[in-house]
């Protein structure tokens, strides 16, 4: 469908995921030109629980194949954004995928080669980027860059079974909270020369501690994990900011701002507000992280970049 810009652009949820229920529901229901229609999960119960009243699906396909959905927010596992990101975008609707875009930066320019061939929007939900807060933030210290900066988000994950556990559906600190440390450091510095990194934990990475280093000399120190009590800090220049990423509803509600922005670029022909290059970008660095891991030295990003062969210290 050609959503006109009259809207609202008429969303579907696939995924039953703890996100859907306690963020992007709320924020589709409160959002100005989107409307939550319909709900795909395994277990349709819980998709009749999600969106009483709705329309619930048991398959995800069925959901896709519902002309009267415009586009769908994708809650699924790690390992299953690109393959049901490019089912939706095949079948015409627009795609809001829950961070990160994929698992690697190959598989992140695939499904931008997908969106440009369907015509629809692909965007990367990463909410934290649209709240006024962390923005006017960003755009103090771009203006005086900081020479370094401390950024840290982790939390305790032991509930047996997590998806999040599974390093066959893309597990691990680093693609969780970590994609969100990387982000940050690249909104405030830019896209960093090298990365060193350390790691702990099996099957999955636990905790994930990185060194980005920028053109300009400044560096980046992240720290991720799911073995820690509720961690969230942003150290940088003159700025101690705490809950830098889930800062909701104080009152703007940072869910809300995203699909409201990705919903107005949608009904009006418009970009996607976050660029999938940013989020290749970002997957590169998460791509050079495991490098510097395996290797157990230092990765250099700007050379691998600049389609050369990876350089490892």
């Excluded at 959901?63 to 393959?83: M, Q, T, W």
């Excluded at 015509?119 to 649209?130: D, H, I, N, P, T």
């Excluded at 079974?161 to 693609?175: E, H, K, S, V, Y």
């Amino acid at each position: 469908m050609d959503a006109a810009a009259s809207g609202p652009l008429r969303f579907g949820i696939l995924g039953a995921a703890g996100i859907a229920r306690k963020a992007l529901i709320p924020a589709l229901q409160a959002a100005e030109g989107a409307e939550l229609v319909a709900v795909a999960s395994r277990d349709p119960q819980r998709a009749r629980e999600m969106l009483p009243g709705g329309r619930a699906y048991a398959g995800y396909q069925e959901l896709l194949d519902d002309p009267e959905v415009d586009a769908v927010y994708i809650a699924l596992p790690n390992g299953l954004h690109r393959e049901w990101s490019e089912r939706a975008l095949a079948a015409g609707k627009h795609v809001l995928c829950e961070k990160p875009l994929a698992v690697t930066a190959a598989e992140a320019q695939a499904m931008t080669a997908a969106a440009g061939a369907s015509g629809r929007l692909l965007m990367e939900a990463v909410m934290y980027r649209f709240h006024p807060r962390i923005r006017g933030v960003v755009a103090r210290l771009r203006e005086n860059p900081p020479n370094a900066s401390w950024i840290s988000f982790g939390f305790p994950l032991n509930r047996p079974g997590d998806i999040r556990l599974d390093p066959t559906l893309g597990g691990g600190a680093l693609l969780d909270v970590g994609t969100y440390t990387i982000s940050l450091a690249r909104w405030i510095h830019g896209e960093p020369d090298w990365v060193r990194a350390t790691a702990r934990g099996e099957p999955v990475d636990m905790t994930v501690s990185v060194t980005l280093a920028f053109p300009s000399g400044a560096r980046a120190f992240l720290f991720a994990s799911f073995e820690t009590p509720e961690i969230q800090e942003l150290r940088s220049g003159d700025v101690l900011m705490a809950k830098p990423f889930t800062s909701m509803r104080d009152p703007e509600d940072p869910y809300q701002l995203m699909v409201e922005e990705f919903s107005a670029a949608a009904l009006n022909g418009l970009p996607a507000p976050l660029p999938l290059q940013d989020s290749i970008a970002n997957l590169r660095v998460v791509d050079g992280i495991r490098r510097s891991l395996d290797s157990g030295g230092r990765y250099d990003l700007a050379e691998a970049g600049q389609g050369g062969s990876p350089v490892l210290h």
